[in-house]
DNA sequence: TATTGTTATACTCTATAACTATA
DNA sequence: TATAGTTATAGAGTATAACAATA
């Protein structure tokens, strides 16, 4: 079983660098003379370069962390306990906007991996203490170093204060708009 | 079949519409005394405040073009395919980042609600040129007008200016990162 | 009666292999 | 042989309904 999900990582990672290098061929195709298709006005509508950097980010995230085998969903999982000891199930799932449902064979998979467990509460027994096992704490650790790493690429290219500007409005969007 | 996909649309509203109240509902209990969890450093990871912005903006998207049942792919296909006339299935998805047999169902729905239409080409008989049709035009015509109030509400957000550099760096991070 | 975790299920997206008709 | 469009298929991600245990 563990072996699925190490499966389900590894191909994510290798589909993102298959991606990557499309994209890189056809920045060389630009440059030469295959003329590339014009996205035109589309370029001037947000959703769409939005998209595309996200899945460019987390496909770079998840080369970087491919070593922990690490999603970026479960990245932001074990970083969510660590955070918020003593919370239900379904009190993360909502935080990350995961359905109730889906939460738990997300739940399973690091579970089953050694990296969080499911406690009985004393006060709801309907409710499952969500916890960081040690293991779970340093395969945290180890992974918020790649993605370190994958963060100082990306300041790297905008430049520090840019990236700070840029995560100040992304957020703005995700939590205003 | 048309009302298959229709559907569909719709039920992409509606589900957008429910995840921006529960988020109104949350940042209504942050402001009460509820407690909220703390998303902590991972909101420092572009990866997260990224994703959860290209959700709301989707959501947001799908709302304001949904008199027209357009998704934001279907838009940028339309978008494509009337900037840049006499191109085939490949070029038109592979420029989308939409692989090929994906493409071929995508195109079936939009053929069927008469929006564009495949023609063999002349010189390659292989290949399918897709052309929009005048019905197409037409309702990306609308559908531009409708986006263009999502964007100016995102610009009132933001700022003109911001909004600017936003564009810039996410199609910075989308075509060198 | 309401809520927590869970199962079952379905639909969309994304990905690969292999076929066909052309080249 | 190689490419364009297509089919079949499988895997993630995401959504809803309903059930058992508990409140």
Redesign the pocket.
Same mark, same amino acid.
């Given at each position: 079983m563990a072996d699925?999900?190490a !499966?389900?990582v590894s @191909?994510?990672a290798?589909?993102a660098v298959?991606?990557s290098r499309a994209a890189a061929k056809d920045l060389a195709t630009d440059g030469s003379g295959e003329a590339g298709l014009q996205p035109g006005e589309l370029a001037e509508f947000i959703g769409y370069p939005l998209k595309r950097a996200q899945?460019r980010i987390f496909e770079d995230f998840l080369r970087c962390v491919a070593p922990l085998q690490l &999603?970026p969903?479960q990245f932001s999982v074990l970083m969510l306990l660590d955070r918020n000891p003593g919370r239900?199930? &379904?009190?993360i799932?909502h935080t990350l906007?995961?359905?109730?449902?889906?939460? *738990?064979? !997300?739940?399973?998979v690091l579970e089953s991996r050694g990296l969080c467990a @499911?406690m009985r509460s004393a006060?709801? @027994? @309907?409710?499952?203490? *969500?916890v960081l096992t040690d293991k779970g704490r340093s395969v945290l650790s180890r992974a918020r170093k790649l993605a370190a790493k994958h963060e100082a690429r990306l300041t790297e290219l905008l430049g520090s204060a840019n990236r700070a500007a840029l995560l100040a409005m992304l957020s703005k969007i995700a939590t205003e708009f």
């Open positions: 699925l999900k !499966m389900a @191909r994510a290798a589909n298959k991606r899945l &999603t969903a239900n199930q &379904t009190e799932a906007g995961i359905l109730r449902p889906n939460f *738990v064979a !997300m739940l399973d @499911r006060n709801d @027994r @309907r409710s499952h203490i *969500v």
